[in-house]
């Protein structure tokens, strides 16, 4: 599958982006998704992941009450909410997949494919 992430840019402190990830499988229903970030000189790091279905989310403590993930199936299309941005959120945001086994993922190796990622950049 391939995976291509959109919706980075510059924003405030305090400000909001909704990060796109469209999928070119047949149906994304099949598989779990997730989000991680690098920042320049630091290994890339989990943010958030959700279940095949959309039943079970999980997020890093860093971005939790603040990030929502969210997918559509439908569409072939899963969103990051991104609400009040901190400057430390700044990064290249990818999106991930693998195949569904029941369960919630959040190690880089534990996911098959990739996007390209999009930068997003909160300004203090």
């Known amino acids: 599958v391939q995976l291509q992430a959109s919706g980075g840019g510059l924003v405030q402190a305090g400000g909001s982006l909704r990060l796109s990830c469209a999928a070119s499988?047949?149906?994304?229903?099949?598989?779990?998704m997730g989000w991680f970030r690098q920042a320049p000189g630091k290994e890339r790091e989990f943010v958030a992941t959700i279940s095949w279905n959309g039943g079970s989310t999980y997020y890093a403590d860093s971005v939790k009450g603040r990030f929502t993930i969210s997918r559509d199936n439908a569409k072939n299309t899963v969103y990051l909410q991104m609400n009040s941005l901190k400057p430390e959120d700044t990064a290249v945001y990818y999106c991930?997949?693998?195949?569904?086994?029941?369960?919630?993922?959040?190690?880089?190796?534990?996911?098959?494919?990739w996007g390209q990622g999009t930068q997003v950049t909160v300004s203090s």
């Open positions: 499988a047949r149906t994304l229903s099949i598989y779990d």
């Open positions: 991930a997949a693998r195949r569904t086994d029941l369960g919630l993922w959040t190690k880089y190796k534990d996911y098959d494919y």
